[in-house]
């Protein structure tokens, strides 16, 4: 839609203007302001997709020679003078003769059954109050078969997709897919069959590995039972050590004793 990419054109303008219309114009498109945003250095207005479009293009600068752009909301006496402008449709060399108000004006062109429309198929400028129809009808556009999937204009179906040209196609299909899975099926087959084939030969090596792991297991069990009989053996000699040294202690503190109750009998 026009007014979204630029201002709006002056001869659009229905109907006498009560202020000066300079006043409301872009300073870079010098169109009608659209949606409108302002800079807050210099309070000039412009429309935003013009101002976007400059700053970057010219590293934020102000298209006023201001420093720095700074975004601020268009002054409210701009925007309501806007307002109070009314626009004919830009679709008006179409056949629209309707006259809309500035705030209603982009919905209107959204929805205007005089927009023209490019036909998908022969590429044709159709209104939009006509395209549907034209959508239905025309020959140039090109359809899918839903049950052959074959791709064809509408205006060539009757040599180019016929009934039989149909079937033929579903059945080329059906063969393909057949040797597609008929392949498939062979490798999946020959795939269970090599594993198959490699099963005596795992089933062996785990036999293999089980006895090792038995054998290994023994071996374990040997060494730690010789591994128990040395260490109760050290055990023992460090008990009988224990009470050698218990008993020698013993009979030392005995004589001890008797010595010390024979000195004090004699005293």
């Not at 839609?1 to 009560?18: F, K, Q, Y």
């Not at 700053?55 to 700074?70: P, Q, T």
């Not at 998908?120 to 999937?149: F, Q």
């Not at 299909?173 to 062979?186: H, I, V």
């Given at each position: ?23 409301l ?46 975004q601020?909301?268009?002054?409210r ?26 705030d ?64 033929k ?13 008929k ?81 004090l009998?004699?005293?």
């Amino acid at each position: 839609m026009e007014t979204v990419h630029l201002g709006l054109p002056v001869e659009r303008i229905d109907g006498a203007c009560e202020f000066e219309i300079n006043d409301l114009k872009c300073n870079i498109c010098k169109n009608v302001l659209w949606q409108p945003i302002a800079c807050k250095n210099c309070e000039i207005a412009f429309c935003s997709t013009c101002i976007n479009q400059w700053l970057a293009e010219n590293s934020g600068i102000c298209r006023n020679d201001c420093r720095e752009f700074v975004q601020r909301q268009c002054p409210r006496l701009i925007i309501q003078q806007l307002s109070r402008l009314h626009f004919k449709c830009e679709n008006s060399p179409h056949g629209c003769e309707q006259v809309i108000p500035y705030d209603d004006l982009e919905k209107h062109e959204l929805e205007c059954q005089y927009k023209p429309l490019e036909c998908r198929g022969c590429h044709a400028t159709v209104l939009k109050m006509n395209y549907t129809e034209h959508d239905n009808s025309c020959e140039e556009i090109e359809l899918t078969c839903p049950e052959c999937n074959m791709t064809y204009k509408r205006g060539e179906a009757a040599t180019v997709h016929t009934e039989i040209i149909c079937l033929k196609e579903q059945l080329r299909q059906l063969r393909k897919d057949f040797e597609s899975n008929k392949q498939q099926t062979g490798q999946e087959i020959q795939q269970v069959t090599e594993k198959m084939q490699q099963l005596p030969e795992a089933i062996q090596q785990l036999q293999q590995t089980s006895e090792t792991n038995k054998q290994q297991a023994s071996e374990e069990i040997q060494r730690l039972q010789q591994s128990f009989e040395v260490y109760k053996q050290q055990t023992g000699d460090e008990i009988h050590q224990i009470q050698q040294t218990f008993q020698t202690n013993k009979e030392k503190s005995n004589n001890g004793v008797e010595h010390v109750i024979k000195r004090l009998e004699r005293e």
